[in-house]
């Protein structure tokens, strides 16, 4: 009995071995696939992520050389894409002279790589760049099973790069004041100087997405050092304010030769991240005469320096949420020359990083429409001396837009739209060495011939250059606000 059961019993081990050895075989095979597809799309993503960063690298210029873009980050994927090349593609040569290349066709990019990469590249706005990248990817499970025996996997990157390569933007765009003059310089006796410049891919000069007015200053605007610092660019510029431009003398030591300004197509406003202030909160702070010092924090109310006073700001984030700036005496950031210092919190030491930046939020009165409530203001007689950080993106002055885009151009009505915050007077005298950021913002800098009026680069809505003297606007590629990196 017990050997008839043996007996037929026998060979169910080796149906059992054998559909085991099935299963595991399969487990294997999924395994493996599950690895290769994981290993795969971490390979096409880091692709994706350097090519869009290599061809973010040149946005920011105007009119923007869509083939040298696509040309950078085409040759970053195939560097970095097994089996892939540049030859047979779109951009074999030079790449098409248009802000996308690629379009997808059933799903996937029609920039063929070879070994079963696609690619779609995209200018998207002046300052980001979209790479997306197929690859189709060999299974080894899905034959065991009947399935298809690819998987198509996409990754996509888009990069910024906001460092505008200019001394000088001014951004205002409104259709109904296509003809303004972005910049504006009023007085016969003001000169804009803007120095810097050069290097690969430095601009430098003006951009305006309307109009240059210069005056009737000679010179009304000069470059320095003459044919290395920049060019005028602008939109819309006016028969009238072209004349003007051209005039002997009005203009010297522009980079390219030939009639000024230089034609350009529009340049969208970055959107630089605003630093959050420190927890501290002080209920605004007036110096009347002798020297106080100012500690980062949100300022309830009006920091006023008043004319026998001195104000030395501590390193950090200031922000002024009402009431704005007024300086009537000396406000500062500490120099090597204060250190060792301690205070606020901190011990300063040589070699410490001194840098600052205001925050100012404009705001109306009631049924204003100019949107001037909460000025920063540097009066006749004055002096302004601010240092940049790297950790507060080289900005020194950040004037806040108010509210979203439909809030301020609603409500801030006075021509040509926009806020009226920054107002330097003439006779002012200030050095800010890093950058004036205010993209919704008319700004007015006066300038004396009695002291320096420096600023770093200036963005702005619009600008009005007028006083005595010379405004010294300064293209250094080392303190440009900058917003550089992959954002998805």
């Known amino acids: 009995m017990h050997g008839s059961w043996l007996r037929k019993q026998s060979g169910q081990a080796v149906v059992l071995v054998a559909v085991a050895v099935v299963v595991l075989t399969a487990i294997l095979a999924l395994a493996l696939d599950g690895g290769g597809i994981y290993l795969d799309r971490r390979e096409v993503q880091n692709a994706a992520d350097s090519a869009a960063l290599a061809g973010a690298e040149l946005l920011m210029t105007v009119p923007p050389s869509y083939p040298s873009i696509h040309n950078q980050a085409i040759g970053n994927l195939v560097k970095n894409l097994p089996g892939t090349s540049i030859a047979g593609t779109v951009c074999s040569a030079t790449c098409p002279n248009l802000a996308t290349i690629g379009f997808p066709s059933g799903g996937i990019g029609t920039i ?22 197929w690859h189709t990817h060999r299974v080894a499970v899905a034959p065991i099973h009947g399935f298809q025996s690819t998987i198509t996997l996409q990754a996509r990157a888009v990069a910024q790069n906001a460092n505008l390569p200019y001394a000088v933007a001014v951004l205002q765009d409104k259709p109904a004041y296509a003809q303004w003059h972005d910049l504006n310089i009023t007085a016969s006796t003001s000169v804009l100087a803007l120095q810097g410049g050069g290097g690969p891919g430095a601009r430098g000069g003006v951009f305006s997405n309307a109009n240059i007015d210069p ?25 009238g304010d072209q004349t ?20 350009a197509s529009h340049l969208d406003s970055p959107s630089y991240p605003e630093p959050a202030p420190p927890a501290a909160s002080f209920n605004g702070s007036t110096v009347v005469n002798g020297t106080a010092y100012l500690c980062p924090g949100q300022y309830t109310n009006q920091v006023n320096v008043q004319g026998a006073g001195t104000a030395i700001l501590f390193p950090g984030v200031y922000q002024v949420t009402a009431g704005g700036v007024n300086v009537q005496g000396t406000l500062r950031t500490l120099t090597a020359a204060d250190l060792p210092i301690s205070g606020c919190g901190q011990t300063l030491t040589s070699g410490a990083d001194l840098g600052v930046i205001i925050e100012v939020r404009p705001d109306n009165t009631g049924g204003s429409t100019q949107c001037n409530r909460n000025p920063f203001t540097v009066e006749s007689g004055a002096t302004l001396t601010l240092t940049p950080s790297l950790n507060y993106f ?19 009505t006075t021509q040509p739209l926009g806020t009226n915050v920054l107002q330097f007077s ?6 800010v060495s890093g950058a004036v950021f205010g993209p919704a913002d008319n700004m007015i800098m006066g300038t004396s011939s009695a002291c320096a009026t420096t600023v770093g680069q200036v963005i702005a809505w619009t600008l009005t250059v007028n006083g005595t003297g010379t405004l010294n606007a300064t293209f250094n590629a080392n303190r440009l606000p900058y917003i550089k990196g992959l954002t998805q």
């Open 426 to 431: 003439s006779g002012a005298c200030y050095n």
């Open 394 to 412: 080289n900005i020194n002055l950040y004037i806040e837009t108010m509210g979203p885009a439909s809030t301020w151009q609603n409500v801030c």
């Open 215 to 239: 005056g009737n200053g000679i010179p009304a605007i000069t470059f320095s050092p003459a044919g290395n610092a920049g060019d005028l660019w602008a939109v819309n510029e006016t028969s």
């Open 244 to 263: 003007l431009l051209n005039a002997a003398g009005r203009v010297t030591g522009q980079q390219t030769a030939g009639t000024l300004p230089r034609l």
């Open 112 to 133: 063929n790589l070879g070994a079963g990469y696609y690619a779609e590249l995209s200018v998207t706005s002046s300052y980001t760049y979209l790479v997306v990248v």
